[in-house]
């Protein structure tokens, strides 16, 4: 089968719910990026699963895609299909040894995750308030604020391995690290399983809108982004060596390091993917030269091209 029919196969399996070069400026929170062969919408695991497995079998390569939230895809797009879990979104509680235990889908956003919580008066993910993803790609990123990350929360998760058979986990077997669960290539995060403590419904409320607040405050929200770009050094934080190193402000085409945070850049002017990338090598050469760190993007770039250093 050519990749064409391949997709149109697709189309078929899964009607209105498959997109051919489907530009991905739509579906990232910075704006940016050029149009992915296919992307697809399943709707539940077997569907997940049936469609990783014909993938596999034809030889194309995928990837999940969550919010997209920390994601860059280059202007030459992506030679390939993009699994959206966003219509995996179920959340369940239940109890476990006397104590809370949810469990949400890999599509679900982090935002109805944590306003779940709160309603159900249960502690634990306040830090993840105003972080943009979903479950699954904050799982796969080990998304985390205010010295908490989701390793910290995590009981187990359920995936799709490199050859499409759902497997379980626990937190314990699973290689977390700063910002980074680190799955082999083809891995499907399915849903997560969250321990939780019961707490003070107000309290939990006070936190969240607390940590949102702070957000607000620092963080520039008034402009597409894909949050912090860098990693943090074990120096310190990205954002301080680059305020340091004078570079807030500094742009290419309509992509901006952000006055109001220098771990930040912003698409303030109808920024391209490649405006974005010229810019990190800029921000990334400079903090070198003055600093000799250097910074290691935390934001996802793929497509043609990919990331090359330096
Ligand atoms: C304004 C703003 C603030 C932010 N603040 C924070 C913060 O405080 N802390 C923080 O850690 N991050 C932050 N981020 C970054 C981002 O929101 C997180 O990394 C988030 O966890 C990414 O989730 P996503 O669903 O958008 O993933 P995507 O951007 O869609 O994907 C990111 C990576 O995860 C993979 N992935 C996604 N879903 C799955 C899945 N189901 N299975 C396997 N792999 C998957 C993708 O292939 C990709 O490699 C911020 C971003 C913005 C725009």
């Not at 695991?45 to 993938?55: C, G, H, K, Q, Y």
């Not at 104590?99 to 599509?107: E, F, Q, R, S």
Request: aromatic content about 6%.
């Amino acid at each position: 089968m050519t990749r064409e029919e391949a997709y149109r196969e697709l189309s078929i399996r899964m009607p209105g719910r498959v997109f051919l070069r489907e530009p991905m400026d739509r579906h990232t929170s910075m704006g940016v990026g050029g149009a992915a062969d296919c992307l697809a919408f399943p709707r539940g695991i077997e569907e997940v699963r049936d469609t990783a497995v014909f993938l596999l079998r034809e030889g194309i390569p995928f990837l999940p895609l969550g919010n997209g939230t920390n994601l860059i895809v280059r202007e030459r797009g992506y030679r390939g299909v993009f699994l959206s879990l966003r219509d995996l979104d179920g959340m369940e509680l239940r109890e476990e040894g006397g104590m809370p235990v949810l469990t949400a889908g890999a599509g679900a956003p982090l935002s109805r995750a944590v306003r779940f919580t709160v309603a159900n008066a249960l502690a634990g993910l306040e830090f993840c308030a105003g972080i943009p993803g979903t479950v699954g790609g904050a799982i796969r990123m080990n998304a985390g604020a205010w010295g908490m990350e989701i390793k910290d929360v995590i009981r187990s998760l359920r995936f799709l391995n490199g050859s499409a058979t759902v497997r379980t986990e626990v937190r314990e077997r699973l290689p977390f690290r700063y910002r980074a669960l680190d799955l082999p290539a083809g891995t499907v995060i399915l849903e997560g399983d969250f321990s939780l403590a019961r707490g003070d419904e107000r309290a939990v409320r006070e936190q969240v809108e607390g940590f949102l607040e702070r957000r607000r405050q620092r963080h520039p929200l008034e402009h597409p982004s894909a949050g912090s770009i860098f990693r943090n050094p074990p120096e310190g934080p990205a954002g301080l060596l680059i305020d340091r190193a004078g570079l807030k402000g500094l742009r290419v085409g309509g992509a901006a390091v952000s006055e109001k945070h220098g771990n930040f850049i912003v698409n303030d002017g109808g920024a391209g993917a490649e405006d974005v990338i010229a810019l990190m090598r800029l921000v990334r050469e400079r903090v070198s030269r003055e600093t000799g760190i250097l910074l290691e993007p935390e934001v996802k770039i793929v497509g043609e091209d990919g990331w090359e250093p330096l």
